[in-house]
T-cell receptor, first 113, second 114 residues
Framework: GQQLNQSPQSMFIQEGEDVSMNCTSSSIFNTWLWYKQDPGEGPVLLIALYKAGELTSNGRLTAQFGITRKDSFLNISASIPSDVGIYFCAGQLPPGANSKLTFGKGITLSVRP | DAGVIQSPRHEVTEMGQEVTLRCKPISGHNSLFWYRQTMMRGLELLIYFNNNVPIDDSGMPEDRFSAKMPNASFSTLKIQPSEPRDSAVYFC????????????FGSGTRLTVV
């Protein structure tokens, strides 16, 4: 079956640093999404990518859809304490064919003040 | 838009009791998903519905788990009888299959079975 690989499981950075997270798959996806989960809450969509090679920004977040359609990265610049949480990547096949998302296991980000 | 609404937020029950989790998806969304999250296994898809019809329940761990979606605005996930290993956070999410917008998750129900 489809699997998304995120590693490492945890990352520790200093406030103000940039951090980059990768997500890879053995399967091709048509859409890549990045979610963030705060403690005690459900995952919230950060960025959605729809085309191979696409680079999209949302404030201090930048994400790219890999050219092979098998990978994506998320970059957070100038990290702040509220960036703490679990970051999930997810891949999606076309709507209508199978709208089910496949999630990675997530990366827990800690930010030291 | 109130988002996806789940109830209760927390549930503590004794082993062997029946537990019912509830979800109200976003109005207009035609797909609904139930997930379970644990430290060991991460987010696991249990079952999903398209237009109120169960499409894939291969993630339901065993017959003790059942899910229904009687109409477009309500779904339940029932565990009967509950066991301590069912303790987890259960999320409901909804989406529209007419667009590429991913899922919107509820805040989850934290279930503890003692």
């Amino acid at each position: 079956g489809q699997q998304l690989n995120q590693s490492p499981q945890s990352m520790f950075i200093q406030e103000g640093e940039d951090v980059s997270m990768n997500c890879t798959s053995s399967s091709i996806f048509n859409t890549w999404l990045w979610y963030k989960q705060d403690p005690g809450e459900g995952p919230v969509l950060l960025i959605a990518l729809y085309k191979a090679g696409e680079l999209t920004s949302n404030g201090r977040l930048t994400a790219q859809f890999g050219i092979t359609r098998k990978d994506s990265f998320l970059n957070i610049s100038a990290s702040i304490p509220s960036d703490v949480g679990i970051y999930f990547c997810a891949g999606q096949l076309p709507p209508g064919a199978n709208s089910k998302l496949t999630f990675g296991k997530g990366i827990t980000l800690s930010v030291r003040p | 838009d109130a988002g996806v609404i789940q109830s209760p937020r927390h549930e503590v029950t004794e082993m062997g009791q029946e537990v019912t989790l509830r979800c109200k998806p976003i109005s207009g969304h035609n797909s609904l998903f139930w997930y379970r999250q644990t430290m060991m296994r991460g987010l696991e898809l249990l079952i999903y519905f398209n237009n109120n019809v169960p499409i894939d329940d291969s993630g339901m761990p065993e017959d003790r788990f059942s899910a229904k979606m009687p109409n477009a605005s309500f779904s339940t996930l029932k565990i009967q009888p509950s066991e301590p290993r069912d303790s987890a956070v259960y999320f409901c999410a909804s989406s529209s299959t007419s667009g590429n917008y991913g899922y919107t998750f509820g805040s989850g129900t934290r279930l503890t079975v003692v």
